[in-house]
T-cell receptor, first 113, second 116 residues
Framework: KNQVEQSPQSLIILEGKNCTLQ??????????LRWYKQDTGRGPVSLTIMTFSENTKSNGRYTATLDADTKQSSLHITASQLSDSASYICVVSSDTGGFKTIFGAGTRLFVKA | EAGVAQSPRYKIIEKRQSVAFWCNPISGHATLYWYQQILGQGPKLLIQ????????DSQLPKDRFSAERLKGVDSTLKIQPAKLEDSAVYLC??????????????FGPGTRLTVT
């Protein structure tokens, strides 16, 4: 069964600290993996996208890694800011003739001053 | 380019009433998606259109939910009659597709539905 599991479910950190969010998937065949940021009351916005051959991708203070062998990805946030408080959703796409996307439940990040 | 537009942003109805949501995708995007997002969960795909044809509606509760995409542009999602468990945010997304970025979706702000 195609699944995307994210951990932790929620996380509280102090402003300026770093954090790492995890995503494990069982989706096959793999096409690409994306991390989205979803602010409260808004739709998700794409942060990074990685295909099978890419193992790291950065977008400012956000760095995503992908290990296609172990089917794991992480999103590292450096020097967190209050505006980083949001849900971070891992999304894995599978191309089986009919293209499908499987969403994780998200990690809710709270950055405190 | 303009983003995905949705309306209304908020809607409160009583159970057994009907409600409709509207979505205008990014110009040129052939694929349109409707998702249901319950509080604390990731989005769940309800229906996917390619132009004006349905690609995937396997998780759409067809006894009460319906969607259409006339002329392959705007789309409406309807719930009739609504149940308490339909309270959620309804997200619309669109994508152009192609190559490694195939399937990258751009989301609208969502419609928050409360059924009382």
């Amino acid at each position: 069964k195609n699944q995307v599991e994210q951990s932790p479910q929620s996380l509280i950190i102090l402003e300026g600290k770093n954090c790492t969010l995890q995503c494990n998937y069982t989706v096959s065949p793999f096409s690409n993996l994306r991390w989205y940021k979803q602010d409260t009351g808004r739709g998700p916005v794409s942060l990074t996208i990685m295909t099978f051959s890419e193992n790291t991708k950065s977008n400012g203070r956000y760095t995503a890694t992908l290990d296609a062998d172990t089917k794991q990805s992480s999103l590292h946030i450096t020097a967190s800011q209050l505006s980083d408080s949001a849900s971070y959703i891992c999304v894995v796409s599978s191309d089986t003739g009919g293209f499908k996307t499987i969403f994780g439940a998200g990690t809710r990040l709270f950055v405190k001053a | 380019e303009a983003g995905v537009a949705q309306s209304p942003r908020y809607k409160i109805i009583e159970k057994r009433q009907s409600v409709a949501f509207w979505c205008n995708p990014i110009s040129g995007h052939a694929t349109l998606y409707w998702y249901q997002q319950i509080l604390g969960q990731g989005p769940k795909l309800l229906i996917q259109f390619q132009n004006n044809g349905v690609v995937d509606d396997s998780q759409l509760p067809k006894d009460r939910f319906s969607a259409e995409r006339l002329k392959g542009v705007d789309s409406t999602l309807k719930i009739q009659p609504a149940k308490l468990e339909d309270s959620a945010v309804y997200l619309c997304a669109s994508s152009r597709g192609g190559g490694a970025r195939r399937g990258e979706q751009y989301f609208g702000p969502g419609t928050r539905l409360t059924v009382t």
